[in-house]
């Protein structure tokens, strides 16, 4: 009887109801494709802090059972100190300046939140782009997407 109680503790122990959040998000700026929303970038500030959440949609298009496309996305949770959103931008759009715009062995890798993160040029047809990777996803910005992103 006694194991049976303990049993009981523990396997309830195990989840725990928290209230939902009540933080209001702001929208720094939004990259979206038909309905679609190819990446986002909001904030909120607290008593400490501006709180940072860029949303991406990987680029890696999946298929389920049924042959149908199944959309990833992934999220960077960041904090707002010294101006980490500010360098990030430059640190992407470096990549479309003058002089590293024909630079193809140009990379950046760094961390963001407690992401690693690589950048890198990416060929496409259509103009220059870079891609922003993780360890398990990636995503391509065009110079406007990004512009649209940071709300410049």
């Known amino acids: 009887m006694l194991l049976s109680i303990l049993f009981n503790l523990v396997s309830f122990g195990q989840m725990q109801e928290l ?3 009540k933080t209001n998000w702001t929208t720094v700026g939004e990259i979206k494709w038909l309905a679609n929303t190819k990446a986002s ?5 607290s008593k400490t802090d501006t709180t940072y959440l860029l949303y991406m949609q990987d680029e890696e298009k999946l298929k389920n059972n049924r042959d149908m496309t199944v959309t990833k996305h992934f999220s960077i949770r960041f904090n707002g100190i010294g101006n980490t959103t500010g360098n990030l931008y430059n640190l992407l759009t470096s990549f479309f300046a003058d ?25 496409k047809l259509t103009g220059h782009a870079i891609m922003f990777s993780t360890k398990e996803n990636h995503i391509v910005f065009t110079q406007k997407e990004l512009k649209k992103l940071f709300g410049k």
């Open 41 to 45: 970038l909001k904030y909120f500030v």
């Open 99 to 123: 002089e590293n715009r024909k630079n193809k062995k140009l990379e950046k890798i760094f961390t963001l939140g407690n992401e690693m993160v690589h950048v890198q040029h990416y060929p």
């Open 19 to 21: 209230e939902t959040s």
